[in-house]
Nanobody, 123 residues
Framework: VQLVESGGGLVQAGESLRLSCAASERTFSNYRMGWFRQAPGKEREFVGAISSSGKTTYYLDSVKGRFTISRDNAKNTVYLQMNSLKPEDTAVYYC?????????????????WGQGTQVTVSS
C-alpha cells in the first residue's frame, strides 16, 4: 500500500489545516488508518485513528475537540481536519495503515507509512 499525504503548511495559531492521505490500494477499506506526528528531537506520537468502516475514531487527549479524522473509502482517502492549531502541534505528520483487527496507538503495529507532511504553527 502506498500512502501519500498532502495539505501541510505554515499557519498561525488558531487557524486550521486539513491533511489528506491518499492510498493506492483498492482494498483501502480493509485497513485501519492512523495519523502520527513527530517533532524535532521527539519520538513519533499517536494523534488519532479511524476504524476501517469509519464508524469509530480515537484521539490523543491533547487534540480531542480540535482534530477530526474521517475517511472516504470510495476515494481511498483519509483526512485529518485540524482546528484551533497551537504551536505545540508543529511536527511532521504521517498517515499509516494497519491490517490489525484491533485498535492500537503503537506505531510498530502499523504496516504502511506515508512520507510525511510538515505542519508548522507560528505563535
Amino acid at each position: 500500500v502506498q500512502l501519500v499525504e498532502s495539505g501541510g503548511g505554515l499557519v498561525q495559531a488558531g487557524e486550521s489545516l486539513r491533511l489528506s492521505c491518499a492510498a493506492s490500494e483498492r482494498t483501502f477499506s480493509n485497513y485501519r488508518m492512523g495519523w502520527f506526528r513527530q517533532a524535532p528531537g521527539k519520538e513519533r506520537e499517536f494523534v488519532g485513528a479511524i476504524s476501517s468502516s469509519g464508524k469509530t475514531t480515537y484521539y490523543l487527549d491533547s487534540v480531542k475537540g480540535r482534530f477530526t479524522i474521517s475517511r472516504d473509502n470510495a476515494k481511498n482517502t483519509v483526512y485529518l481536519q485540524m482546528n484551533s492549531l497551537k504551536p505545540e502541534d508543529t511536527a511532521v505528520y504521517y498517515c499509516a495503515a494497519s491490517n490489525r483487527y484491533y485498535h492500537t496507538r503503537d506505531p510498530t503495529y502499523y504496516d504502511y507509512w506515508g512520507q510525511g507532511t510538515q505542519v508548522t504553527v507560528s505563535s
